[in-house]
């Protein structure tokens, strides 16, 4: 495996850590504060051509390899100090790539173009309010009638979908059946009778990342609105889940060598009994630790991400990269604010803020739990 | 070794549950006894795809293929001859 960055790769994470810095951190702390979704940056990203990384030319996409989505996205972690606006952007990209493997050249021509461009916000509807972990036990239920589908049930927790003009919603079109092979998955437009989005659920973190509930009542979709075959939604979920764990890892680790950064310039900075702080072991070996994390998490998702452009599976390496990354930006974060004392504990500094966010990275996109879990079967235990 | 033979074998000594006292017959529906789920999908692609060095994507990705033993094992096969050709 070459993890070498080429010239074209470095170009672009150079380009987009300066897009970053120079127009996305502004005002965070006030949208922090208020949950407020800023729509004008992400009009400014897909300026930038962020959503359209992974797609194909004739979609308007960039045609990159996944590597160099994964590169850009951490590099977008690393210097956007909004991690609800890059998740948002990531969710984007994931809805864009699951259509792009699974929909119809209909649906594929009819949408993609708008999801690559970011004027259509796309949103993924699995999670409800009595099936998280056990995301395939959901209850909205998708009946056949001649032509097409009646949708009834209601989502929770679903992201971006407060704001998103599009929706993939996961649904049983077989209630009877288990769940594996009784789930089908549909793209709905927002304006579709029967499809009433509930405004953004307060949070801990990821304030500015829009999550809320869609409740479907007698919702006719056609069927030609369906994503891939009837039935097949248990397999297009546990497909895109790999993506999507690769995607929102590289994400979480661009902002662990952020926090890296931060740690390692305020300990030289600070002094304490006449010595930058850094000159004792019990913060050195802290940022030290944090080192060794991001370098692993580099090499494992690096290597998941290739993967995915061999059109490999991913399934144990999604599961320990989500793992692993979710885990040590947790950690580095509350490590990170207990090296910046009393400025860390204070909302300026942002450091805060960054713990706030981290915790739900550990719940999101399977928990930590669920990954030990999923983890330990493939190894046949 | 014969594909069928050796999907069975790892269904029975992997997927299915310890628990599981009944006969799996290469014709039974793994989905609706429940042998297969998301989990256990996941666990048997990774195994296909290692024992026999094929990929398994896309359009291959049907509840259909995977209902019973002897589907998967056609499935397989189906993949090892175009490999060939």
């Known amino acids: 495996m070459d993890f070498d960055i080429n010239t074209d790769q470095q170009n672009l994470i150079k380009t987009i850590k300066s897009f970053a810095q120079k127009e996305l951190n502004n005002n965070i702390i006030d949208d922090d504060k208020s949950s407020r979704f800023p729509m004008e940056k992400w009009k400014k990203c897909h300026k930038m051509g962020l959503f359209s990384l992974p797609f194909p030319e004739k979609y308007g996409g960039l045609n990159q390899s996944f590597l160099t989505t994964c590169l850009c996205i951490q590099a977008l972690g690393f210097s956007c100090k909004d991690s609800g606006l890059v998740h948002s952007i990531v969710t984007q990209i994931i809805c864009g790539i699951q259509l792009n493997l699974f929909g119809s050249d209909l649906l594929k021509d009819k949408y993609l173009p708008g999801i690559c461009s970011g004027e259509t916000i796309c949103a993924q509807a699995i999670t409800e309010a009595d099936s998280g972990s056990d995301a395939l036990a959901m209850k909205t239920k998708a009946i056949k009638n001649t032509e097409n589908y009646i949708l009834n049930g209601t989502k929770m927790f679903i992201t971006n979908e407060p704001i998103a003009d599009l929706t993939i919603v996961f649904a049983r079109t077989n209630p009877e059946a288990k769940s594996f092979g009784a789930i089908s998955v549909f793209i709905l437009e927002k304006d579709t009778p029967g499809f009433e989005k509930c405004k953004a659920m307060e949070k801990m973190g990821l304030r500015t990342l829009q999550n809320g509930e869609l409740v479907l009542t007698e919702c006719e979709v056609k069927a030609s609105s369906r994503i891939g075959t009837e039935g097949q939604g248990a397999i297009i979920f546990s497909e895109s889940m790999e993506w999507e764990r690769i995607l929102l890892s590289a994400a979480n680790l661009g902002k662990m060598e952020h926090v890296l950064d931060l740690s390692i310039t305020y300990s030289k900075n600070r002094k304490q009994f006449d010595q930058s702080i850094c000159k004792y072991q019990a913060i050195s070996n802290k940022i030290s630790k944090m080192k060794v994390q991001c370098e692993l998490s580099k090499l494992m998702l690096y290597k998941a991400a290739e993967l995915k452009d061999h059109q490999k599976r991913a399934s144990m390496e999604s599961s320990m990269i989500k793992y692993a990354v979710s885990e040590y930006l947790k950690e580095s974060c509350a490590n990170s604010l207990q090296i910046h004392g009393a400025n860390g504990y204070m909302t300026e500094t942002e450091i805060e803020r960054y713990f706030r966010d981290s915790i739900a990275s550990t719940i999101y996109s399977g928990t930590s739990e669920m990954h030990l879990n999923i983890i330990g079967k493939l190894l046949g235990l | ?85």
């Open chain 2, 1 to 85: 070794m014969d594909i069928e033979l050796m999907i069975k074998d790892f269904v029975i000594n992997e997927l299915a549950n310890e628990s599981y006292e009944g006969e799996i017959d290469i014709h039974h529906s793994l989905i609706q006894k429940g042998i297969i789920d998301s989990m256990a999908i996941m666990v048997l692609i990774r195994y296909i795809e290692q024992e026999f060095s094929i990929t398994i994507s896309g359009t291959d990705l049907t509840p259909q293929n995977f209902e019973n033993i002897s589907t998967i094992a056609e499935l397989v096969s189906l993949k090892l001859n175009t490999h060939k050709v």
